[in-house]
């Protein structure tokens, strides 16, 4: 299980090689595995043996990712949580608010695994108080509540900080960025405000979010403003 109680930067991707996850040991606590991205993710997954903890993330396509059947990826999802690697998954507060995702949470549960809950806004920045909603939904569903919008403005950046500052307040555990150029700088900033995950690319030409840094980047900022 990651516990996710202090904030734990991970490397993201859909290549468990051996060249990938050596980047990722150097840098980074955990590895995000990209499964819907990744060619025979199950099986790349049963041959991992490096040290680092996955968390597991199959992506739907109606969230950003390329996963497209929802019943294939959640089978999918549930079979990896069984794999003694991996410590955590991310399932879309979506698929958990209509009860497809439980399944998921259940399996990861009964395997020692955290539950990551998470929401996306390709478009735009939520009022201050739409997201800490969402954290907090997101937090009655899983162990960590992920949330990710996109900043046009330094105001869209500063309220994505604000939610953050007021959902640690309260106890809830968040993970939060702003996505895009005007809020990239989140991506290093939001730790010190109570952000629990940093997540980042092994490649910095394989990023998943606009305005990522890639995983040694954003390691050393982080490292820099602690």
Known sequence: ??????????????????????????????????????????????????????????????????????????????????????????????????????????AARTNDASVVVSTHDFEATPPTDAMVALLEDACEHGDVGKLAVTAETRGDA????????????????VATMAMGEAGRHTRAVAPLYGSKIGYAPVDPEEATAPGQYDVATLAELVARLQ
């Not at 396509?61 to 991996?86: H, K, M, N, T």
């Not at 500063?158 to 500052?165: E, I, P, R, Y």
């Open 1 to 106: 299980m990651l516990p996710f109680d202090s904030f734990t930067l991970v490397a993201a991707t859909a290549d468990l090689s051996d060249a990938a996850t050596d980047v990722a040991q150097e840098y980074a606590e955990a590895v995000e595995f990209r499964m819907d991205l990744a060619e025979d993710p199950l099986e790349q997954l049963a041959a991992y043996d490096a040290d680092l903890p996955l968390l597991v993330t199959n992506r739907a396509s109606w969230e950003g990712g390329e996963a497209d059947s929802d019943d294939a990826r959640l089978e999918a999802l549930e079979a990896a949580v069984a794999d003694d690697a991996v410590a955590a998954v991310d399932i879309e507060l979506a698929a958990m608010a209509d009860g497809s995702g439980e399944r998921v949470a259940e």
């Open 158 to 173: 500063l309220d994505v900080l604000t939610a953050t500052h007021a959902c640690d307040a309260t106890g809830d555990t």
